[in-house]
Protein backbone atom coordinates (compact mmCIF):
# COMPACT_ATOMS: atom_id res chain seq x y z
CA UNK A 1 0.00 0.00 0.00
CA UNK A 2 1.61 3.36 -1.00
CA UNK A 3 1.30 5.98 1.23
CA UNK A 4 1.95 9.74 1.02
CA UNK A 5 2.70 12.67 2.97
CA UNK A 6 3.16 16.05 2.09
CA UNK A 7 4.72 18.79 3.83
CA UNK A 8 5.78 22.48 3.16
CA UNK A 9 2.44 24.67 3.96
CA UNK A 10 2.63 27.98 5.10
CA UNK A 11 1.72 31.40 5.03
CA UNK A 12 3.24 33.99 2.82
CA UNK A 13 2.24 37.20 1.16
CA UNK A 14 1.42 38.00 -2.18
CA UNK A 15 4.28 37.53 -4.92
CA UNK A 16 6.18 35.15 -2.55
CA UNK A 17 7.19 31.38 -2.88
CA UNK A 18 6.96 28.36 -1.28
CA UNK A 19 7.64 24.76 -1.75
CA UNK A 20 5.74 21.59 -1.11
CA UNK A 21 7.26 17.78 -1.05
CA UNK A 22 5.19 14.92 -1.32
CA UNK A 23 7.17 11.84 -0.10
CA UNK A 24 5.78 8.10 -1.17
CA UNK A 25 6.51 5.16 0.79
CA UNK A 26 5.17 1.68 -0.22
CA UNK A 27 4.88 -0.05 -2.98
CA UNK A 28 5.88 2.89 -5.70
CA UNK A 29 7.12 1.24 -8.45
CA UNK A 30 4.01 0.78 -10.11
CA UNK A 31 2.67 4.34 -9.89
CA UNK A 32 2.22 5.45 -12.87
CA UNK A 33 1.22 9.65 -12.14
CA UNK A 34 1.71 11.99 -9.27
CA UNK A 35 -0.22 14.99 -9.01
CA UNK A 36 -1.12 18.01 -7.09
CA UNK A 37 -4.92 18.88 -6.62
CA UNK A 38 -5.88 21.82 -4.34
CA UNK A 39 -9.23 22.60 -2.27
CA UNK A 40 -10.32 26.18 -1.41
CA UNK A 41 -13.17 27.00 1.36
CA UNK A 42 -16.12 26.43 -0.37
CA UNK A 43 -14.52 25.31 -3.72
CA UNK A 44 -14.19 21.75 -5.22
CA UNK A 45 -11.11 19.98 -5.38
CA UNK A 46 -9.25 21.09 -8.51
CA UNK A 47 -5.99 19.83 -10.56
CA UNK A 48 -3.06 21.46 -10.32
CA UNK A 49 -0.14 19.32 -11.58
CA UNK A 50 0.90 15.97 -12.54
CA UNK A 51 3.61 14.18 -13.59
CA UNK A 52 4.81 11.30 -14.61
CA UNK A 53 7.26 8.99 -12.55
CA UNK A 54 8.91 7.21 -15.48
CA UNK A 55 9.48 10.11 -18.03
CA UNK A 56 9.36 13.29 -16.11
CA UNK A 57 6.57 14.88 -18.81
CA UNK A 58 4.44 17.75 -16.65
CA UNK A 59 0.86 18.89 -17.24
CA UNK A 60 -0.23 22.07 -15.58
CA UNK A 61 -3.32 23.85 -14.82
CA UNK A 62 -3.60 27.19 -16.99
CA UNK A 63 -4.41 29.08 -13.33
CA UNK A 64 -0.54 27.91 -11.95
CA UNK A 65 1.37 27.59 -15.93
CA UNK A 66 4.47 29.48 -15.60
CA UNK A 67 4.45 30.17 -11.87
CA UNK A 68 3.91 26.73 -10.51
CA UNK A 69 6.40 23.86 -11.42
CA UNK A 70 6.58 19.99 -10.33
CA UNK A 71 9.42 18.11 -10.19
CA UNK A 72 10.29 14.09 -9.10
CA UNK A 73 12.88 12.92 -7.42
CA UNK A 74 12.65 8.54 -8.37
CA UNK A 75 15.54 7.37 -5.85
CA UNK A 76 14.05 9.60 -3.10
CA UNK A 77 10.54 8.55 -4.03
CA UNK A 78 9.28 12.54 -3.96
CA UNK A 79 7.67 15.12 -5.89
CA UNK A 80 7.69 18.14 -4.96
CA UNK A 81 5.60 21.74 -6.26
CA UNK A 82 7.49 24.92 -6.22
CA UNK A 83 5.07 27.25 -5.95
CA UNK A 84 6.32 31.17 -7.32
CA UNK A 85 3.97 34.60 -7.69
CA UNK A 86 1.56 33.22 -5.31
CA UNK A 87 -1.84 35.22 -5.45
CA UNK A 88 -4.44 35.56 -2.64
CA UNK A 89 -6.36 33.25 -4.81
CA UNK A 90 -4.31 30.17 -4.41
CA UNK A 91 -5.25 29.59 -1.27
CA UNK A 92 -6.16 26.14 -0.10
CA UNK A 93 -5.53 23.09 0.99
CA UNK A 94 -2.90 21.12 -1.11
CA UNK A 95 -3.05 17.19 -1.54
CA UNK A 96 -0.62 14.99 -3.05
CA UNK A 97 -1.98 12.16 -5.17
CA UNK A 98 -0.97 8.93 -6.96
CA UNK A 99 -2.65 7.07 -9.70
CA UNK A 100 -2.13 4.66 -12.01
CA UNK A 101 -2.79 6.57 -15.11
CA UNK A 102 -2.25 10.49 -16.86
CA UNK A 103 -5.31 13.12 -16.38
CA UNK A 104 -6.71 15.94 -14.56
CA UNK A 105 -9.37 13.71 -12.68
CA UNK A 106 -9.15 13.28 -9.21
CA UNK A 107 -11.15 10.36 -10.03
CA UNK A 108 -7.60 8.78 -12.13
CA UNK A 109 -5.71 9.44 -8.75
CA UNK A 110 -6.69 6.64 -5.92
CA UNK A 111 -3.80 7.42 -3.35
CA UNK A 112 -4.29 11.11 -1.66
CA UNK A 113 -2.14 12.07 1.25
CA UNK A 114 -3.57 14.43 4.25
CA UNK A 115 -3.23 17.84 2.68
CA UNK A 116 -1.07 20.97 3.67
CA UNK A 117 -2.36 24.19 4.09
CA UNK A 118 -1.12 27.27 1.96
CA UNK A 119 -2.49 30.64 3.03
CA UNK A 120 -1.36 34.01 0.69
CA UNK A 121 -2.32 37.23 1.96
CA UNK A 122 -2.91 40.16 -0.13
Known amino acids: QVQLVESGGGKVQAGGSLRLSCSAS????????MGWFRQAPGKEREFVAR????????YYADSVKGRFTISRDNAKNTVSLQMNSLKPEDTAVYYC???????????????WGQGTQVTVSS
Open 26 to 33: GRTFNRYT
Open 51 to 58: ITWSTGIT
Open 97 to 111: AAGDRPGTSEILYDV
